[in-house]
């Protein structure tokens, strides 16, 4: 896999988006930039996506590069291949990430093996777009939360942001890297957050993790969807006396292992925060990471706060009790605090 991308030079204006808007200003930008750029997937074109992250772009580049596909995840990732190897950049949309489980046979068997597979004679720069997680109350297989298994799929990269800032920097990053990169999107954060996000080329490099907040007693790791939950709980915390250090991963893979370690090695306990299932999840991937690494600066043992090993519970209010919450990240605290 090649080198995290160099970032652009940042741009001086800045306006006001949700994460929705801002990816859609990404998409703008690389589409503007770029005659090789095209966005494709099942109603992202006529209809703006069902979350209207390609909303007016057909209309502004035209169907030939923001175009529909059918309801065929295996073929839409397939083509993308297709046309990566051939020379282009595609941009693929799978509507939800519990829908790229018939495309698994595209990833895992193609998408990221033909760096290795022709000896880096080709590259394959392809970016798979989904939004994944909960908190919104979605039908079944809408809010799955698949990253460990893409994470698992050598040749492939694994971001996925938590404000509209880092959404828009890492998706232009994302779009200009030559090796194939998921980006996962948390549907919670699609409109509840808004900030300033600079206009223009603007990129922040992947494999480089954001210190959310600043603590010396615990470490709590996070991504995604779970971010402003862990930051909720840190801020409990702090109000009782206990200094949490919160690290937005944004890159699953590669992965910022020395912000990690760091922060570990100064707090002495670490907290892992994912909505997944527990068993097998990228969690268990940052607690072996650290248990290998930083077992010496270790004043407790690591606390995992997940989702349970059952499917994603569709519509109703089961899905508080599934998905973390700050109380369950505070206990989590308490509890490697008072060991």
């Known amino acids: 896999m090649s080198a995290p991308t160099t970032p652009a030079p940042h741009p001086t204006t800045h306006r006001t988006m949700t994460m929705v808007a801002a990816i859609n200003d990404a998409l703008d930008v690389a589409l503007g930039a770029d005659n090789t750029v095209h966005i494709f997937g099942e109603d992202v074109g006529v209809m703006g996506g069902v979350f209207r992250a390609t909303d007016g772009l057909q209309a502004k580049y035209g169907e030939a590069r923001v175009f529909d596909t059918p309801l065929a995840e295996a073929g839409i990732v397939g083509m993308g291949i297709g046309m990566g190897l051939a020379g282009l950049k595609p941009i693929a949309e799978i509507q939800f990430a519990g829908f790229l489980y018939p495309a698994l046979d595209q990833i895992l068997s193609h998408l990221g093996r033909f760096r290795h597979r022709t000896r880096s004679r080709y590259h394959l720069p392809m970016v798979i777009r989904a939004p994944y997680g909960g908190g919104v109350h979605t039908p079944e297989q809408h809010a799955d939360s ?194």
């Open 146 to 339: 698949p990253e460990a298994i893409l994470a698992h799929t050598p040749g492939v990269k694994v971001v996925i942001p938590s404000t509209p800032t880092d959404a828009k920097g890492l998706l232009l990053s994302a779009i200009n890297d030559p090796d194939p990169v998921f980006f996962f999107e948390p549907i919670k954060l699609y409109r509840s957050t808004k900030e300033d996000v600079p206009v223009g080329d603007y990129r922040i490099p992947i494999g480089k993790a954001r210190l959310v907040t600043q603590g010396d007693d615990v470490t709590v790791i996070c991504y995604g969807g779970m971010v402003e939950v862990a930051q909720k709980a840190a801020a409990a915390a702090q109000a009782a006396g206990i200094g949490v250090e919160v690290i937005d991963l944004r890159t699953l893979v590669p992965m910022d292992t020395d912000t990690v370690l760091a922060s570990v090695a100064k707090t002495g306990r670490a907290v892992i925060v994912t909505e997944a299932p527990r068993t097998a999840g990228f969690h268990s991937e940052i607690a072996a990471v650290i248990a290998e690494e930083a077992i010496e600066h270790l004043r407790a043992p690591i606390v995992r706060v997940t989702g349970y090993d059952a499917p994603y519970p569709p519509f109703t209010a089961v899905e508080d009790v599934y998905r973390p919450n700050p109380v369950r990240v505070a206990k989590a605290i308490r509890q490697v605090m008072n060991y």
